[in-house]
């Protein structure tokens, strides 16, 4: 399995003949308003523009998952990409109608803990909340993926979320052999963070069994946390070699 990782959650699967995009937010750089004018700097966002060889990588894109609504996991060019293309794409149940309505050619939708066939594996829909307390009731539902493909390491897309239990239980009972965690502790101008706070983050590196990537970095305004800083934290928890922290543009083999 290969694993490129574009920007903020945007990622490309490569297992065999199938290629997988995962979360496309493809506009370039300034697309989107600020996502916060006061708690951080106002920028437009994404707030750098895509690797140099996306487009490459796009043009083999034969799958989709969407985890979520929010521009920042699918904007508006990400949209059309799927929808020229006709790639066939997957998301919850709970976000079908909107994606269909906007013409996604949506080919499967997942309930929560309802595996699925994929690919000549299996999928299953993880719950995940989208921030600590009242926030995450605005912030609607996300799904994470538990992802099994023939002959390949197991994957779990954890998606926008805090350290919650359910997220600790496909940890322990479903022991994914990769699991992606988003790690900005993204937080808008009002209430607490809408993803998990670095000490979370490192929970959830020291539980998961195998190795992990951390994303949602560096690329959407609200979001705080550093590589640089990440990094000297994971290396001061003895994480430094489970953990990847890729650049965007980078490529993980496994």
Same mark, same amino acid.
């Given at each position: ?103 996604? &050619?949506?080919?499967? /939708?997942?309930?929560? =803990? ?6 000549? !594996? *299996?999928?299953?829909?993880? @719950? ?95 979001? &705080?946390?550093?590589? /640089?800083?990440?990094? =000297? ?6 994480? !430094? *070699?489970?953990?990847?922290? @890729? ?8």
């Amino acid at each position: 399995m290969k694993i490129n990782h574009i920007r903020n959650a945007t990622m490309v699967i490569e297992s065999g003949s199938h290629v997988i995009l995962v979360d496309p937010m493809l506009g370039p750089k300034g697309s989107q308003p600020t996502f916060t004018y006061f708690r951080y700097k106002a920028r437009r966002n994404p707030v750098v523009d895509l690797p140099a060889d996306t487009n490459a990588l796009l043009e083999k894109v034969t799958h989709c998952l969407i985890t979520h609504k929010h521009p920042d996991h699918i904007d508006k060019a990400g949209e059309e990409f799927l929808i020229e293309r006709n790639i066939p794409t997957t998301c919850s149940e709970l976000d079908n109608d909107l994606f269909s309505k906007k013409g996604l &050619p949506i080919e499967q /939708t997942l309930g929560y =803990e309802k595996p699925d066939s994929f690919l000549g !594996g *299996e999928i299953t829909g993880i @719950p995940a909340r989208h921030g600590y307390g009242y926030v995450a009731k605005p912030m609607g539902n996300v799904m994470g993926f538990f992802i099994r493909l023939p002959g390949e390491p197991s994957l779990y897309l954890s998606s926008d979320t805090i350290y919650t239990q359910e997220v600790k239980n496909v940890l322990k009972q479903h022991q994914p052999d990769i699991a992606v965690v988003a790690a900005g502790s993204a937080r808008l101008d009002l209430f607490k963070p809408l993803l998990m706070n670095v000490e979370d983050v490192i929970r959830f590196c020291h539980d998961a069994p195998g190795r992990v990537i951390a994303n949602h970095l560096e690329a959407v305004n609200h979001c &705080p946390t550093t590589r /640089t800083g990440l990094k =000297e934290r994971l290396g001061k928890e003895g994480l !430094g *070699e489970k953990v990847a922290v @890729p650049e965007d543009g980078e490529s993980l083999n496994y």
